[in-house]
C-alpha cells in the first residue's frame, strides 16, 4: 500500500473574481521510505497539493489517502517544513524542538529531554539551544524547523520550499544535511521545489506538473545512486535528467504565460 496517494484530485477555490482551479485530475503515489519532489512553474499547484497531504485544505473531488486512509485534517503522521519557518520566535532552539512532544508526552508518550537532546545533536544544534529563532542564521532556523517536526516521529514529511530562502552554498549545504537524515530514518518525503538541480539531487523520483492548472505532466526515475555526493551533479545521467526536466518546466512555464495573457 502506498503511504500517501492521490487519486484523481482536483481542486478549485471560489474567489472574489470567480473560481480558480489550481489542480486538475492529479493522481500521485508515494511508497513508504521513498523521496520524491515536484517541480513544475509559479502557480501550477505545488503548494495546493502539499496542503491537501498536510490536511490543511479538503479536495474539490477525488481522494487523498495517507496509509489507505482519507486525510481530514493535519495528523502526526505527517509533519510539515515551510519555506519560512513556522517556530515560535518567544520560544528557544530547545523550547521549539520540545514544544510538540511536550503535548504529545502529555498523552504519555516519548522521555522529551533525551529526544529533544539527541535531535538538537543530529541537527547541529546543540551550542545554540538556548537562542530565539531571531538570533540564528536562516539554515540554522531551517534546521531546527526540521528537528522540531522529527521530534514529533511523523511517518512522512512534507516540505513546500524548504530551503528556498537560503544563499546557494547554505541551500547546498542543507541537502546534504537533509539526505543525511534521510539514510538514517528513511522517513517518506514529499518535497515541493522551484530548483531542477535539488529537485534531482533529491529524489527517488521527480514529479513534473503542467502549467496551471496543475496536472501531473511526468514522473522521472532518478536512478543516481545513494548515498548521493555533491559530485554527481556533474554525472552525465545527472545532467540528462536535468536538462530534460528544465525543458518540460520551461514548455510548461510558457504555456502558463500564455494562459494569464489570454485569461
Ligand atoms: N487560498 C487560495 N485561494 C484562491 N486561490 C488560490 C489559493 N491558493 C492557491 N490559489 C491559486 O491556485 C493556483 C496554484 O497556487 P499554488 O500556490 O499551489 O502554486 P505553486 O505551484 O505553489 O506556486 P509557487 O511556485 O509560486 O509557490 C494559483 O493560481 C493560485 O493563485
Ligand atoms: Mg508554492
Redesign the pocket.
Known sequence: MARIELMGVAKT?A?RSGD?Q?LASVSLDVADAEFVTIV?A????????LNLVAGFEPPSSGKVLSDGVPINGPGPDRGVVFQQTSLFPWLTVVENVGFGLKLKANAGKAPVESTVETLLRRTGLLKFRDRHPAELSGGMRQRAAIAAVLAINPSTLLMD?PFGALDALTRSLMQDFLLELWEQDRKTVLL?T?DIDEAIYLADRTVIMTA?P?RVREVIDVDLPRPRTFEMHSDPKFIKIRDHVRDIVREEAAKGAYDETAA
Open positions: 477555490f474567489t480558480v489550481a513544475g509559479s502557480g501550477c499547484g505545488k503548494s495546493t497539493l520550499e515541493v522551484h496551471h496543475g
